[in-house]
């Protein structure tokens, strides 16, 4: 059973920057994407990045182009989301989230859900 459990949410300024983990358990995720979604009170879950977990191809939200970088720990079996210049917009509920197959941005084709970490940005 796909366990993902999310980490490195907190507090920072704007301009600052965090880091985000998923630790993936409970199956081989060779086939897999993994993604980074966040959700606002209101809103629907929204893209955020994505990996492929064999050849990291990537794909970003273009709100977050040229400062959130996605990566992988094969070893570790973690995606990190790397998150810099970091806005106020950016403040969420940020999920981790795993599918059998190629990048999607729409949440419904992953099957497998973290329990987010919240992530506030004060300006």
């Known amino acids: 059973q796909v366990q993902l459990v999310e980490s490195g949410g907190g507090l920072v300024q704007a301009a600052g920057s965090l880091r985000l983990s998923c630790a993936a358990s409970?199956?081989?995720?060779?086939?897999?994407?993994m993604g980074w979604f966040r959700q606002t009170p209101g809103k629907d879950r929204e893209f955020v990045a994505a990996?492929?977990?064999?050849?990291?191809?990537?794909r970003y939200a273009e709100s977050v182009k040229g400062r959130f970088t996605i990566s992988r720990d094969a070893a570790k079996n973690t995606v990190y989301l790397q998150m810099n210049s970091l806005k106020p917009e950016d403040t969420a509920v940020y999920y981790c989230?795993?599918?059998?197959?190629?990048?999607?941005?729409?949440?419904?084709?992953?099957?497998?859900w973290g329990q987010g970490t919240r992530v506030t940005v004060s300006s």
């Open positions: 990996i492929t977990w064999t050849f990291e191809n990537t």
């Open positions: 989230a795993a599918r059998a197959g190629y990048i999607r941005t729409d949440t419904a084709p992953y099957d497998h």
């Open positions: 409970g199956q081989t995720f060779t086939s897999y994407t």
